[in-house]
Structures are given as C-alpha cells and as structure tokens.
C-alpha cells in the first residue's frame, strides 16, 4: 500500500461530568486525509484544503505527530498528506485531533502496522501539544479507538475503551464565535471543593454505569458538570437556553464540547437527535447567532479507510 | 409471618476513589437479628448482644431507621428487635449501616413488602444520621441492595446497583484502635486541586469500567485514591506497609474501609484474597497491634433472611 484515503472524525471530549477524562467519537463530522508513501525522507504537508493552518511540518499537529512516530521507530520513510479540513480549528469538536490521529493512522497503516491503536495515542498526543500546549488524549483517544473513551491515567497513559449504547446519538451545534482553549483554561478554578467533587464523582460514575448497562435515563440523570461548566459556559452564547431547549425536545442531557464553544446533546434515537438540532437551531437563529450543526451517531470505529 | 430471622451483612464505603460515593457489600461478616411483630404499638430494641449500645429505641440506629419507616406508612404496628452485634462499632466496616438495614429489610418483610429495597434506603440513612450526624448511604445501600452500589446522587437520591465481578474478593483487616467517624472526617482537606479531582474521576471512572467488564487488572490499577488516602491514612497504624504487603501477596490494590481504621484489599480469587490475609495478619502481629481480619467474596444479595 502506497496511499491512504481515510476519514477523521470528529470527537467531543469532556462530555460534561467527565472533565478532562471522557471523550466521543463522531460519525458524520470529521476531516479526510490522503496520505502517501514518498521516496523523500520525512514528512510533507502538501495540500490543506478547507481551512487556513501553518503546512509547515513541524508547526502543523499532523506533521508534529508523524513526526513523533518515525523518530520512535527510528524510520527514515517519508510521507506527503493532503489534508481536507471539514472541522473548524477552536470549534470544540477536536479539530487538531483528528488531524493527529488521522495522520498516525494513516502513516501506521502504510508502514505495516508497526503500532497499536492505542500505542498511536502518544503520537497523537504530541499535535495536540503543538495545538494547546497541553498533550492532552481526551479528543485523540476517541478519534482513534472510536466510542466512548477514559483516560483513567497519563502517568502511566492509560485509556480504556467503554461501551456505547447503540441508539445513542448526538447533536452538536457550533455557534461561529471564538473561543481559545486558552481562555477557556483561564476561567477554570484552580481548587474545587470536596463536596463538588463528590457530586463530580457521582455523576461521572452513573454515566459510565449508563454506558455499559445501556440505561439512558441514567445517562440522562449523570450528565451534569459540577466543576467546570459552571465558570466555562459563560463564554458560551445563551448556553442555558441551548440547553433547556435541547431537553424540552427530548434530549437526554447535555453540556460543553471540550473547552467549547459547541454546545452538544445526546438522545436516544436519531428522531429525537434531529428534533434537538431543529430546536438548538431554533434559538440561536432567534438570537441571530450563526450556527453549524451537526446530527450523529456514536462512531465505535473511530479513523475509517475510505 | 410474624417473626423474620436475618443477616445483615459489613459493608465497605469510599472504596479507595470512590469516595462518599461507592460501597461494597461483604458475605462473612455481620450482625443477626430477629424481627418480632407485637402487639404493642411501636418500636422496641429487646435485646443487643455483642456490643454496649444504646438500647432506647430513639438513640438506636435501628430504631430511629424503623420509626422513619413506620411514619411514612402512617403504621401503628409493633415491632421488638433483637440484634446480634459481630460487626464493631467504629470498625469502618458499616456497622451501624448493618442494623439499620437490617431493621428496615425485616419489617418491612413483616409489613408484606410496602416499599423495595431501592426505598429503603432513605429510612436506613436515618439510622447513619443518629450514629455520624450524616445521612450517608454509602453503606446501607450496599448493605440494601447487595454488590457494589453508587450514590450518584444524594438530591434527588439515585443509587444505582453495579456489576460485581464473581471472582472479586476482599480481605479486611480491622486494627483494634479507635477512629471516630468524626475525626476521620476533621482530616479531609475542604478543597481539593482540579488537577487532583482530574485523577480521581479517571480512577473511580476506570474501576467501575473495570467491574462491568471483570477486567481485574484495570480494577487494582483504578484502586487508587488521590483525595481523601493521604490525609486519612496518617490515623491508621502502618498502613502503606500494610498495602504494600497486600500488593506483594498478589491483591490488585486496597485502601481504606469506610473512614477506617479497617484497611481493605480486593483481589482476584479467594486464594490470593486468603494469602493477602496472612501477609496482612502478619505484619501486624510483627508490630504487635491486635487486630482481627476477613476474608469474603462480594455478597450480592445484601441482606439474607436465615
């Protein structure tokens, strides 16, 4: 195999009460990638269609990634990618991430498959360092694994696949402001008290007890973010209104996509996801916001080969 | 029928990450009592054998447990309890929470089944109100509904029985000094770092992914407690040598039961659980602290009628 053709998705880290921990795999919003095999030593952006990000290798989370990977195998194989960015960087739908993880993907298939799938989460990692200074695996995890995702620990990196129910889906919607994950960090408290914690503790343990029983309603009932929604929501254009008009439609629950400024929402059913969006669209319409917004359901393979 | 013979089973609270939230229902260890109909209006504790403790119905555990239940019934029934006290008071292993439930399962049994299991908790928490000052139902839950349990909730209330692994043991030991439930508490740090409530969510989320899926590996790696551990466990003699020995034998990880003094261990079948015993045994008889120790699988029933 000389050339890979895939399609990255899209992912939402943090799912409410699961803070840095939790992430999603989207199914009809994601990038495509084609990468090839080049007889040049090294990594090549070649072409990044769709969005204005650096094509210089070592200032673009695709090639730092890549980059990352051949100097573990201590390869001198050289590749060219060709980027066709669909998510908007700082829309809060892991838009560096599926370019990391795709292209460690890409670049793993055409060497033979030297890595796991979860041995490419570090390598993905390092373009999301490049991206928000933080080598966070919460959007890389579940664009790589697919489904519902836990980083149980970074040190050692630990991340556990999880279950996802069948009928779940979600609905994101993307109001066209932004909002820097640095400034997104900036409102975060640095302590918490012990009783918000609990109630953190609480929340996440039922969804993921959701998860795996298949129960929404208790799905429902956990998604609520004690800690950080609270300070961060603010930023985020009539938060609560997207929210209240999400469940008045059906909706499950919801919260902040990563540091935001996407709003999601998850239902049971795609009837039901559809409605949410109708409603979520709605309200920002009525406030003259744009919007993008999206209806999907949990993609459990993550990367795909087109 | 008039008179219900029962076992009313320890429990482990906090589970180590699952502080105020998780708990753990034992098999070998807990109280009997008998439950009489009479024909005297109200609530009587006949009888406690084993411990000194209060005996008026109103500073009973039981009794307080038994009369929230019979008021919300409206009910001028009679009841006279006997208990058969094995669990300690002050052990860490829900005493209190075993003759609360107790009181509760049987007359309730003896009522013809008024309310499930899932609504005798609230009564049973009014017997941990009496004994702790707090409506806690981290043991009486488990002790309720058997398993493992999760309070992900406490307003509105929302206990949600879990998956237990069947090969998943606990060993316990309860070394013979005094910790009141309030000093245990005074110890805990009122706010905690984000960073620190980051590695409790990814633990407690890693353990419950962990009994869902019988992954014993993943259980003893998410058995770790990054909030509550390190300040608790200064009042409890020895106890990292204490884990350390356990790990050593073969336990997937331990911590401490409830606010202790008793220190737990889960393992992977009931001959390492056994030989974790031992090791544990032994390093507190080389430190000549009197102790007493148990070995049980996880009760999944809860409260058994004899």
């Known amino acids: 195999m000389k050339e890979i053709k895939l399609f990255a998705p899209a992912t939402i880290a943090n799912v409410s009460c699961g803070f840095d921990v939790l992430g999603l795999c989207l199914d009809t919003v994601g990038d495509e990638m084609i990468i090839r095999k080049t007889t040049k030593k090294g990594v090549r952006i070649s072409k990044i269609i769709g969005?204005?990000?650096?094509?210089?290798?070592?200032?673009?989370?695709?090639?730092?990634?890549?980059?990352?990977?051949?100097?573990?195998l201590n390869s001198d194989a050289g590749f060219e990618i060709e980027i066709y960015k669909n998510i908007k960087p700082g829309s809060g739908i892991g838009s560096s991430a599926a370019s990391s993880a795709g292209a460690v993907f890409g670049v793993n298939k055409l060497l033979g498959e030297p890595f796991t799938l979860q041995e490419l989460i570090p390598f993905a990692?390092?373009?999301?360092?490049?991206?928000?200074?933080?080598?966070?695996?919460?959007?890389?995890?579940?664009?790589?694994?697919?489904?519902?995702?836990?980083?149980?620990?970074?040190?050692?990196?630990?991340?556990?696949?999880?279950?996802s129910p069948k009928e779940l889906f979600a609905t994101v919607i993307h109001p066209q402001i932004e909002i820097k994950t640095a400034d997104a960090r900036s409102v975060l408290k640095k302590k918490v008290t012990l009783k918000e914690t609990v109630i953190q503790l609480g929340n996440l343990g039922g969804l993921i007890a959701g998860l795996y029983t298949n129960?929404?309603?208790?799905?429902?009932?956990?998604?609520?973010?004690?800690?950080?929604?609270?300070?961060?929501?603010?930023?985020?254009?009539?938060?609560?209104?997207?929210?209240?008009?999400?469940?008045?439609?059906?909706?499950?629950?919801?919260?902040?996509?990563?540091?935001?400024?996407?709003?999601?929402?998850?239902s049971k059913g795609k009837e039901i996801a559809d409605k949410v969006a109708l409603t979520m669209a709605k309200a920002y319409k009525n406030l003259q916001i744009d919007f993008e917004i999206h209806v999907s359901k949990i993609n459990t393979k993550g990367i795909k080969i087109l």
Do not use: W
């Open 51 to 72: 969005q204005d990000l650096p094509i210089e290798t070592e200032k673009n989370v695709a090639g730092v990634a890549v980059l990352a990977l051949l100097k573990q």
């Open 125 to 163: 990692m390092e373009g999301e360092k490049l991206a928000s200074g933080t080598a966070h695996a919460d959007n890389v995890a579940p664009a790589l694994l697919g489904g519902f995702t836990l980083v149980r620990s970074y040190n050692p990196l630990d991340v556990i696949k999880m279950n």
């Open 215 to 266: 129960d929404y309603d208790l799905i429902g009932r956990s998604l609520h973010d004690e800690i950080v929604e609270p300070s961060r929501s603010i930023l985020i254009p009539e938060f609560d209104a997207i929210i209240k008009a999400a469940k008045d439609a059906g909706a499950l629950g919801g919260g902040i996509s990563g540091s935001g400024p996407s709003i999601f929402a998850l």
